[in-house]
């Protein structure tokens, strides 16, 4: 059973910065892929940030392109999104998510993990 928990949300002013972490349970594969999603009510869930773990290929949606970053420690098994220049449109629920044991995924920014967090809360004011 894979586990992944995010932290690091909040309240910050439009300008700002967040960084958001995912603790991850140990996994048995090697290559993988993670990726952080946004959502609001009454919407779809968006593909923020995504990364595919073994080679570091990284993925972006175009309205964070240049401002979010998406990292991992693997000795820490954490998943990073540092999230900067925030914007009231950033506002959401963020949620960490990850398939396993993938040479690879077409569509990364794609909602259609099989392993997904609780979420946390950033909410951005102008």
């Known amino acids: 059973q894979v586990q992944l928990v995010e932290s690091g949300g909040g309240s910050v002013q439009a300008g700002g910065s967040l960084r958001l972490s995912c603790a991850a349970s140990r996994y048995a594969c090697s290559r993988y892929f993670m990726g952080w999603f946004r959502q609001t009510p009454g919407k779809e869930r968006e593909g923020v940030a995504a990364?595919?773990?073994?080679?570091?290929?990284?993925y972006y949606a175009d309205s964070v392109k240049g401002r979010f970053t998406i990292s991992q420690d693997n000795a820490k098994n954490t998943l990073y999104l540092q999230m900067d220049s925030l914007q009231p449109d950033d506002t959401a629920m963020y949620y960490c998510?990850?398939?396993?044991?993938?040479?690879?995924?077409?569509?990364?920014?794609?909602?259609?993990?099989?392993?997904w967090g609780q979420g946390t809360q950033v909410t951005v004011s102008s």
């Open positions: 998510a990850a398939d396993l044991c993938l040479q690879n995924k077409p569509r990364p920014l794609d909602p259609t993990y099989n392993y």
């Open positions: 990364i595919r773990v073994g080679t570091g290929t990284t």
